[in-house]
Every structure is written in C-alpha cells, then in structure tokens.
C-alpha cells in the first residue's frame, strides 16, 4: 500500500533555532517528491519538488534532501522565524500515473516557532 | 492575479441538505482536483478534471457531485450532506498533464454539517 509517513506530528522550538523533519515513504512506482508549507487557514503552497536523481535541493532557508535508496526525505529549515510556524506536508507522486491525481500525502508536521 | 479563489470560505448547513462548493481559477489550467481535509488523514483527492466537460474520481468520491462545463470553474456538490462530510474542502489546480506538475491551491472551504 502506498504510504507517507511524517515525524514528528509536531514540534516546538525557539526563534533562530534550526530544525529537521522526517518523512519516509513506501511509494512505487517512485515519480517525485514535494515539501508544503500549509500556513493556518490557507491551503499549501509547494516548497520544493524533487525527482529521483535529486538528492537535495534548497528554497531560501528551506533544505529537502532525498534518499531514494531508503525512501526517505527530510526538510531542514535553517534560523527559523516566527513566520515558519506552519503545517509542513511530504507529498510522493506515482511514476506513470498522467495527472490522475496520484498523489500520496503524509499527514504533516506541525511546527510552531516561539520567540 | 486573482489566482485560485474558493466559496464561500465557511458553510454550516444541516444534514440532508445539498450544497454546492464553487472553485474558480485564473490561470487556464487544464486539470482541477478538489480534496478534502481531515484531522488525522493526509489530503484526499476527491474528484478530478483533466478539461472542461472531463472529470473522473478520485480517492473518496461517495457523495459528491462535480462538473465542468467551463475550463476556469470546477463547482463540487454535496447532493445530501452528511456529518462525515464536515471538512476542510481545497481545491487545487495544474497547468499540464505529467507527474513533475505543480498543483497550486486554493485557500479552503471549511463545511460544517449538523
């Protein structure tokens, strides 16, 4: 069964702080990765999209790495703001699937940044 | 730009009523997807359209109704709503056909059945 699985379901840390979430996935055939951010209230919005022959790739202080070997992803964000406090979403795409809407999501990570 | 707009942004309505959830987009995308959000679950994909007058369904399409006689609206129809149908509602939208696609979304319909 095509499965994402997201750690932690939530986190707290300090302004200024960095910090990594998880997320592992059983997907195949294996197409692509994406990170959201989904803000309270709005709908996501794409931080980055990945293929399989990426193993990293950054959007300002946002770094995704991917580990296809071990169907594992992270996302790193680096000197968090309060403006990070949102819903952060893996997303896995089925290879060979048209846009049929295969997408597999993981349930999210929380993140709440205190000043 | 107005993008991607959904309405209304909240709805309480009773059980066994029929509402209808409007999606609207900006962009000339070809393909729209509405979903549905719920604590504990990843989004789901609800039904789908690759063009206007072209939808199929997705993941949990039970008791839902969509059409598409226009490429910029995808209107989704609860026909008898039920309290398992309270949910965050997005509605998302893609330019091209092919799995590197970029799906942007909309900024979500919470629905209230009592």
């Known amino acids: 069964k095509n499965q994402v699985e997201q750690s932690p379901q939530s986190l707290i840390i300090l302004e200024g702080k960095n910090c990594t979430l998880q997320?592992?996935?059983?997907?195949?055939?294996?197409?692509?990765l994406r990170w959201y951010k989904q803000d309270t209230g709005r709908g996501p919005v794409s931080l980055t999209i990945?293929?399989?022959?990426?193993n990293t790739k950054s959007n300002g202080r946002y770094t995704a790495t991917l580990d296809a070997d071990t169907k594992q992803s992270s996302l790193h964000i680096t000197a968090s703001q309060l403006s990070d406090s949102a819903s952060y979403i893996c997303v896995v795409s089925v290879r060979g699937s048209s846009n049929t809407g295969k997408l597999i999501f993981g349930q999210g990570t929380t993140l709440q940044v205190k000043p | 730009d107005a993008g991607i707009t959904q309405s209304p942004r909240y709805k309480i309505t009773e059980t066994g009523r029929q509402v209808t959830l409007m999606c609207h987009q900006t962009?000339?995308?070809?393909?729209m997807f509405w979903y549905r959000q719920d604590l504990g679950h990843g989004l789901r994909l609800i039904y789908y359209s690759a063009a206007a007058d072209i939808t199929d369904k997705g993941e949990v399409p039970d008791g839902y109704v969509v059409s598409r006689s226009k490429t910029e609206n995808f209107p989704l129809t609860l026909e008898s709503a039920t309290r398992s149908q309270t949910s965050v509602y997005f509605c998302?939208?893609?330019?091209?056909?092919?799995?590197?696609?970029?799906?942007?979304f909309g900024p979500g319909t919470r629905l209230t059945v009592t």
């Open positions: 962009w000339s995308h070809s393909y």
């Open positions: 997320c592992n996935y059983t997907v195949s055939p294996f197409s692509n």
């Open positions: 998302a939208s893609s330019r091209t056909s092919g799995t590197s696609y970029e799906q942007y």
């Open positions: 990945m293929t399989f022959s990426e």
